[in-house]
């Protein structure tokens, strides 16, 4: 797979051989950030910043999977996301239709299968069919997966974790004194990612500094990497350049370096 990234980005060839193949995070959160001012900055409304920001999703996501990435997950929509004007958020809504219609051919040559995690039901009916019918045509796929964060916020997926525990604890399945972290682990949505649930490294774009309630218990350990690249300018060798980042990072886990 990192000799397919290699001749598809022949540009950065001469620079790869710094990267160490066998250290590619397996996983890969990314808050794709700055689509507004990246419209802004060439004078256009908002809606052409996230319609730019798609192309930049479509030529990341394959030059992951040629790196060997696991799993990339995309902060594609928050719980905090609707509280913007609502002509914004209705143009959000439609473009997984489009977006899918013209990606999954793609998908499926590149054999990536597309999940989610996040509260669907709440949003519009062509919107879920849109992503259920995407999730259903690469089902078949085993190689990287394409995990879409729609209608995702980090706090509310910890309550559901909690609320989930607590009716298991009623019923008498398990005793709350002894849940453990691999129970909290496995009552999140990630959890169906197995050994690749949590991040490896975070990425966000277009310079700032924050979380924003994005897998708040999966990146305790993750390593963070900021880049002032607004998303629709973000490229395959800006995502060579952090993972080069990333590798160049002593991980101890809370323990010390091994000398």
Not at 55 to 63: D, Q
């Amino acid at each position: 797979m990192f000799s397919k990234f290699i001749n598809n980005n022949r540009s950065v060839s001469k620079q790869l051989d710094e990267l160490d193949p066998k250290r590619i995070p397996n996983h890969i959160a990314i808050i794709m950030d700055g689509n507004g001012r990246w419209a802004q900055k060439r004078h256009l409304p908002r809606i052409a910043g996230h319609k730019a920001a798609l192309t930049t999703v479509k030529k990341v996501t394959v030059a992951a999977s040629d790196l060997g990435v696991k799993v990339l997950t995309l902060y594609t929509f928050s719980t905090e996301n609707w509280k913007r004007p609502k002509k914004e958020v209705d143009f959000l809504m439609t473009l997984p239709i489009n977006f899918f219609d013209t990606f999954v051919p793609d998908l499926i040559k590149n054999n990536i299968q597309v999940r989610t995690i996040g509260e669907l039901t709440a949003l519009p009916q062509e919107t879920r069919k849109a992503v259920a019918r995407a999730c259903e045509q690469t089902a078949k796929n085993d190689g990287m997966i394409l995990n879409f964060a729609i209608n995702y916020g980090g706090r509310a997926e910890l309550v559901a974790a909690a609320q989930t525990l607590a009716a298991s604890a009623v019923k008498g399945e398990l005793e709350p004194t002894q849940i453990t972290e691999k129970d909290f682990a496995h009552a999140l949505t990630t959890a169906k990612f197995g050994a690749y649930a949590d991040p490896d490294l975070l990425i966000r774009t277009s310079g700032e500094e924050r979380i924003s309630n994005f897998l708040l218990w999966q990146i305790a350990y993750s390593e963070f990497v900021f880049t002032d690249v607004l998303w629709p300018d973000y490229t395959p060798q800006t995502l060579w350049e952090n993972i080069y980042e990333y590798q160049n990072r002593n991980r101890r886990f809370g323990g010390l370096k091994k000398e």
